[in-house]
C-alpha cells in the first residue's frame, strides 16, 4: 500500500492515533477474500485495516475487535478528495 493516502486522526472514543487508509480505486465495502484495495483505518495493536462505517462514524476490526469512532464527513471528504477526478 505504498501509494496509499493515510490521513492521521485521533479515534475520540480511545484517544489514539488512528489512519484513515485510501488505497488507489480502493472501496469501502470489499466482499471478504476480494482481492479489491480496501479503505479503511490503521488501528493500534493490529495489522489489519478496520471496517469503515462513514454514516455510523465509527469503525470496527473484525481481526482484533478494536472498536473506534470517525467522523464520517471528514473520512467522506478525504476519500472525496483523494478518488474524484
Not at 14 to 26: F, M, N
Request: aromatic share 8%.
Amino acid at each position: 500500500m505504498s501509494d496509499s493516502v493515510r490521513a492521521k486522526f485521533t479515534d475520540s472514543a480511545t484517544r489514539q492515533q488512528c489512519e484513515l487508509v485510501i488505497p488507489p480505486g480502493g472501496y469501502i465495502f470489499v466482499a471478504k477474500g476480494s482481492d479489491k484495495p480496501k479503505i479503511g483505518i490503521a488501528h493500534p495493536g493490529c495489522p489489519e485495516l478496520a471496517d469503515l462505517t462513514l454514516e455510523l462514524d465509527a469503525f470496527h476490526c473484525p481481526a482484533c475487535g478494536f472498536n473506534g469512532r470517525v467522523s464520517g464527513a471528514w473520512a467522506a471528504g478525504r476519500i472525496q478528495a483523494v478518488t474524484v477526478v
